[in-house]
């Protein structure tokens, strides 16, 4: 089952999409160690904070299982060392797609257990959805990207984040 679920709601699931977080980025590629996985709280209520958030979860007898979130892009992306690198990442002509009207998906999290059944592509399809575009960034090497190709996300370029990982920006068009 998947719920739409705005701020109260994605605060009110901190913890158990913790677990879910520490369980998707403990392991390779990302390799985030235990200071990253403390500051998931606060990095959350700092996202909930942003106009527009949204997102879905899914559920499997009354847990958690997967999430999605993201806002509407802003009509300037924030003066952030991530969202410059994005900027940057971007040939010049393809950096409108980072504006409205799209979509910024900011965070995606398929439980391990939970992979392989399609809720990953379910979840991005319900928060994209509605929006004529959409951009996100990944690790260079996760397997997440066959997912995103799948479906018809282009890559657009690549950059280092400010703590060192490899990441890749993909835009969807979704407008024709």
Do not use: K
């Amino acid at each position: 089952m998947l719920t739409e679920v705005g701020a109260p709601g994605l605060l009110a699931l901190v913890q158990p999409l913790e677990r879910i977080y520490r369980a998707c980025f403990a392991e390779p590629p990302w390799n985030e160690d235990e200071a990253r996985f403390a500051g998931f709280a606060d990095r959350l209520a700092r996202h909930v904070a942003e106009p527009g958030v949204r997102g879905f979860v899914a559920w499997h007898h009354g847990e958690p299982t997967a999430v999605v979130y993201g806002w509407p892009a802003a009509p300037e992306l924030p003066d952030t060392p991530f969202h410059t690198g994005v900027h940057n990442a971007l040939h010049p002509a393809e950096r409108h797609r980072l504006r409205p009207p799209a979509i910024e998906v900011v965070e995606l999290m398929v439980a391990p257990g939970h992979r392989g059944r399609g809720l990953g592509g379910q979840l991005l399809g319900r928060l994209v959805g509605g929006f004529p575009r959409a951009w996100l960034c990944t690790h260079a090497d996760a397997p997440a990207r066959r997912l995103y190709r799948a479906r018809g996300w282009v890559e657009r370029g690549a950059f280092t984040d400010p703590l060192g990982a490899p990441l890749v920006v993909l835009t969807l068009d979704l407008a024709g």
